[in-house]
C-alpha cells in the first residue's frame, strides 16, 4: 500500500517496477512473455488503493511476494488480501525465499503435467553455444 506516499498509483508503480526486489526479478522471469502455461501476468500492477506485485487479470489472480518487513504486518496484509478478493482478485502470497511457481499453475488449474507451450530448446540445454 501506498500508505502517505503522493504519488499517483501508476507513477509508484513504475517507480516499483524499477526497484524490483530479488525475489521479484527471479518470478518475473518465469511469469513474463506468458512463460507461465502461456498465461499473462503483468508486474506493479495498480488495483484500487493497492499496487500487486505481480497480477493476471484475465484469470483475477494476485501474486504477491512478502519480505522481512511483512512479518510485522501480517494483519495489514491480511486486510489487504481481503479487499483484493472483494474486488474479485484471488490472492497468493509467499515468502520472498518460498517464490515457487507450481504454486501459482496450481492456482490457475495448469497443473496436470502437460507440457509447456514454449518449452526450451533441446530439452532444457539451452541454445547452441552457450
Same mark, same amino acid.
Given at each position: ?11 509508484? !508503480?513504475?517507480?516499483?517496477?524499477? =526497484?524490483?526486489? $530479488?525475489?521479484? &526479478?527471479?518470478?518475473?522471469?518465469? *511469469? #513474463? ?40 504486518? !501480517?494483519?495489514?496484509?491480511?486486510? =489487504?488480501?481481503? $479487499?483484493?478478493? &472483494?474486488?474479485?482478485?484471488?490472492? *497468493? #502470497? ?37
Amino acid at each position: 500500500m501506498r500508505g502517505a506516499v503522493c504519488e499517483t498509483p501508476r507513477d509508484y !508503480a513504475r517507480g516499483l517496477r524499477r =526497484r524490483q526486489t $530479488d525475489a521479484e &526479478r527471479r518470478l518475473w522471469f518465469r *511469469l #513474463r512473455d506468458r512463460r507461465l502455461f502461456g498465461v499473462k501476468f503483468s508486474r506493479q500492477v495498480p488495483i484500487g488503493p493497492y499496487v500487486a506485485d505481480f497480477c493476471c487479470r484475465e484469470q483475477r489472480l494476485v501474486v504477491e511476494l512478502d519480505g522481512g518487513q511483512h512479518a510485522l504486518s !501480517a494483519a495489514d496484509d491480511a486486510s =489487504r488480501s481481503e $479487499d483484493l478478493a &472483494r474486488l474479485g482478485y484471488r490472492v *497468493l #502470497r509467499f515468502w520472498n525465499h518460498d517464490v515457487l511457481g507450481k504454486a501459482i499453475a496450481r492456482a490457475l488449474g495448469r497443473l496436470d503435467n502437460r507440457p509447456s507451450p514454449r518449452p526450451s530448446p533441446r530439452g532444457g540445454e539451452g541454445e547452441e553455444g552457450r
